[in-house]
C-alpha cells in the first residue's frame, strides 16, 4: 500500500515567510533576499488557488445536470 503526500498550504507560507525573514537578516541586499520575497508571493498565490478549488462550483454542477438531463430526453425520444 502506498502513501499519499499532502502538503499544507498554510505551513508553506508560514516556512517561505520565517525563511523570507531569516534571509533579510542576514543578506538584506541580496539577491537571494528577493527571490525568496518571490518564493513567498508564489506561496501566498497557491494557497488561495487552493481554497478556491476547494470550494463547491455551484453554476458547473448545474449546468452539467441540465446538460445530462437533455442529453438522456433526448436519446429517449428515438
Do not use: N
Request: aromatic residues 2%; hydrophobic residues 45%.
Amino acid at each position: 500500500m502506498t502513501e499519499h503526500a499532502t502538503l499544507d498550504p498554510e505551513k508553506i507560507l508560514a516556512t517561505s515567510k520565517r525563511l523570507e525573514a531569516r534571509i533579510r537578516e542576514r543578506f538584506p541586499a541580496s539577491g537571494l533576499a528577493r527571490v525568496c520575497h518571490r518564493l513567498v508571493t508564489l506561496a501566498d498565490d497557491a494557497r488561495e488557488t487552493c481554497a478556491d478549488i476547494r470550494r463547491p462550483q455551484i453554476p458547473i454542477r448545474i449546468a452539467s445536470v441540465v446538460i445530462v438531463g437533455l442529453m438522456l430526453a433526448a436519446s429517449g425520444r428515438r
